[in-house]
């Protein structure tokens, strides 16, 4: 390792990554990103004009991790031109390089009050790295290749012949976030190489530089959503709660909330609140004493009325054609149709009459012959919140407490419920289990 290197990754360590701890946020979070770049490009030199009259171009990629919204660890791969003259002794024919490097900045505008939406960012970076090159020089009417395959060229080991060395590098990036996926950025680099030759003026002196400005634009990906708490606008929050202060306090909040709402969503035991109404019954036992629900599960098609005609589903209705076979004496079958509440109210009350109506339709076609003197009747209930709300009282969804919450307060729970799905997945077996039609059959 050459003291130049030694140095670049001493001053890395003392200078820059002790910024990742200092003025942090519990706001702050990592995000993914890669991009694209490229731009004008300089060669440097180490003979008496040091800087080359001609600029070229490059391009390249880069992708890495922030962390914490300030510190940035990235991979960049490009490809380099170089062009120059140095009065009428020495012109660069051809100068081209593959670049690797593995660089490390941070955002120092975090330093002076952190906020993980600003906009701007200046981050000075450092690298290291290598280059693979080959050169065409005319020095004092001489033609001088440097890196080539070829008779009369000095052949290096990288591929084509290149010559391949060491790098560092260090620089400046100016960077915009033009949305929250998206930035542009605007990048002063200059890399030290780790040889005389990049010029092919060899004398002993000094090693070659070149230096380039790159416009970027750089895709985000992977970043939580910061959001602050419901009730406490000052502390942060993720996915669950994240402030140690006011975390009992909110979860508590939580709690009560879904306590009442369960008041307010009461619902009457399975049996009773699903049960059809006999004509003659005046209560719950008279009801129980007449009929008897069929453990029946048919499946729908998703804001369908249509049963899907699936074996599970005629196997399903083989509990009552079995129940016939063995001699039961059925004369009455009720069919009671249910809709997961993120529809729309009005439109799941026609879609529950017409399951439960379907329902019927397809136990009767499925029973044959055993239909004969059997007489259907169906019902819809409309949308099921209060099976919702028991079901999500009795998941394991660990957000439970705080989806339920929300739906209380919401002035449109069905809109609330539906933006919540794709922040909660686990929401769709529910409503999955929710779009049902139960079967009573009288004793």
Not at 80 to 95: Q, S
Not at 303 to 313: H, L, S
Request: net charge negative; charged share 30%.
């Amino acid at each position: 390792m050459t003291k130049t290197t030694f140095k670049s990754l001493l001053f890395i360590a003392l200078a820059i990554i002790p910024m990742a701890f200092y003025g942090q946020e519990k706001t702050a979070s990592n995000n993914w990103f890669i991009g694209i770049e490229g731009g004008a490009t300089q060669m440097f030199a180490d003979n008496e004009a040091f800087v080359m009259d001609q600029t070229s171009w490059d391009a390249g990629l880069f992708g890495g991790l922030t962390v914490k919204n300030a510190l940035s660890f990235y991979v960049d791969l490009g490809y380099v031109n170089l062009k120059g003259k140095n009065g009428d002794w020495m012109t660069i024919d051809e100068c081209n390089l593959f670049q690797g490097n593995f660089n490390v900045g941070y955002n120092v505008l975090q330093l002076f009050g952190f906020d993980p939406d600003r906009r701007w960012s200046v981050m000075p970076h450092f690298g290291l790295g290598a280059i693979m090159h080959r050169t065409k020089s005319t020095i004092n009417g001489n033609v001088i290749k440097n890196g080539y395959d070829e008779d009369g060229a000095v052949e290096g080991h990288g591929f084509g012949g290149r010559k391949a060395v060491y790098t560092n590098n260090f620089g400046l990036k100016v960077g915009y976030a033009i949305s929250q996926r998206f930035d542009l950025g605007l990048d002063f680099v200059a890399v030290k190489t780790d040889t005389e030759g990049l010029d092919n003026w060899i004398h002993g002196k000094h090693s070659d530089y070149y230096g380039y400005a790159n416009l970027s634009l750089a895709y985000k990906f992977g970043r939580k959503e910061i959001k602050p708490c419901p009730d406490c606008p000052e502390c942060p929050e993720a996915e669950e709660y994240n402030c140690d202060v006011c975390k009992d306090a909110i979860e508590k909040a939580a709690k009560d909330a879904v306590e009442e709402a369960m008041k307010n969503y009461q619902p009457a035991p399975a049996q009773e609140a699903a049960a059809p109404e006999e004509e003659k019954a005046d209560d719950a036992e008279s009801m129980e004493k007449n009929w008897e629900e069929k453990d029946i599960h048919l499946s729908f098609k998703v804001g369908k009325a249509e049963v899907k005609d699936t074996q599970a589903n005629k196997d399903e209705v083989k509990k009552v054609s079995e129940d016939i076979e063995n001699g039961r004496d059925v004369n009455k079958i009720k069919t009671v149709g249910y809709a997961s509440p993120e529809g729309n109210d009005d439109q799941n009350q026609k879609l529950s009459e017409d399951r439960a109506k379907a329902t019927a339709e397809y136990i009767e076609k499925n029973l044959g012959d055993n239909a004969e003197g059997i007489t259907f009747e169906s019902k819809g209930m409309g949308s099921d919140w209060d099976g919702f709300y028991k079901a999500l009282a009795a998941s394991n969804i660990q957000a439970k407490d705080k989806i339920a919450k929300q739906l209380k307060d919401s002035e449109d729970p069905t809109a609330t419920l539906n933006e919540m799905r794709t922040k909660y997945p686990e929401l769709e077996e529910i409503l999955n289990s929710l779009r049902v039609t139960r079967v009573y059959i009288n004793k």
